[in-house]
């Protein structure tokens, strides 16, 4: 039970800015919002992650619903080398992450 | 810097054969975990470490053991390899829960 719900698959041009969906309305108080991304044929590649407030880092931005049920990450400028699987993932504790199938985000130039 | 470093890259096993699984991290996180990641599918938790000497299941577990003598290393061992173990494993580690995670390149087994 991957605990968070995004979309198959979602397409952008280059150098547009892009947002990431993710539901978790079930998500708890104390747990994190992860985003990690898999490019091909390799691990996966943290992004962001955060708990209440929006966080942005040299990657992304990730904005957090008041409410904790959903969640945005924002590449500010996609370029084909953003082109992967992203994957949104609730909590993060001891027994580490659990990841669902992800969001194959195409780039087109 | 290294980071988590999975050895090998590709193994072929038969059926009923056992291997081990080599990881090791340099940047003496305490956490470790082991996954296993099916074609068009999300990584799923075998296993997983707080710190030497502590192991525990993840959902995946079933035939599959780990030993963490050291902070470094937390090599994952495959006994009587089945055609179901065939898969892309991949080797992590992080300071804390709820923190930056680091992935290794993976490790391709195809047991036939």
């Known amino acids: 039970d991957a605990k968070t719900t995004q979309p198959n698959s979602m397409e952008s041009n280059e150098e547009e800015p892009v947002h990431l969906p993710c539901n978790h309305s079930?998500?708890?108080?104390?747990?994190?919002i992860h985003w990690y991304r898999q490019l091909p044929s390799q691990g996966p590649e943290y992004v962001i992650h955060?708990?209440?407030s929006n966080v942005n880092n040299r990657m992304a931005s990730l904005a957090i619903a008041e409410d904790r049920k959903s969640s945005t990450l924002i590449l500010h400028r996609a370029t084909l080398r953003d082109a992967a699987v992203y994957y949104c993932?609730?909590?993060?504790?001891?027994?580490?992450?659990?990841f669902g199938k992800g969001t194959h985000l195409i780039i087109q130039p | 810097n290294a980071g988590v470093t999975q050895t090998p890259k590709f193994r072929i096993l038969k059926i009923g054969q056992s291997m081990t699984l080599q990881c090791t991290q340099d940047?003496?996180?305490?956490?470790m975990y082991w996954y296993r990641q099916d074609p068009g599918m999300g990584l799923k938790l075998i296993y997983y470490?707080?710190?030497?000497?502590?192991?525990d299941k993840g959902e995946v577990p079933n035939g599959y053991n780990v030993s963490r003598s050291t902070t470094e290393d937390f090599p994952l061992r495959l006994e009587l390899a089945a055609p179901s173990q065939t898969s892309v494993y991949f080797c992590?580690?992080?300071?804390?829960?709820?923190?930056?995670?680091?992935f290794g390149q993976g490790t391709r087994l195809t047991v036939v």
């Open positions: 079930t998500i708890s108080g104390t747990d994190y």
């Open positions: 992590a580690s992080s300071w804390f829960m709820n923190t930056e995670a680091f």
């Open positions: 993932i609730r909590g993060g504790g001891a027994d580490g992450l659990t």
């Open positions: 955060g708990l209440t």
């Open positions: 940047m003496n996180h305490n956490y």
């Open positions: 470490s707080v710190g030497a000497g502590i192991t």
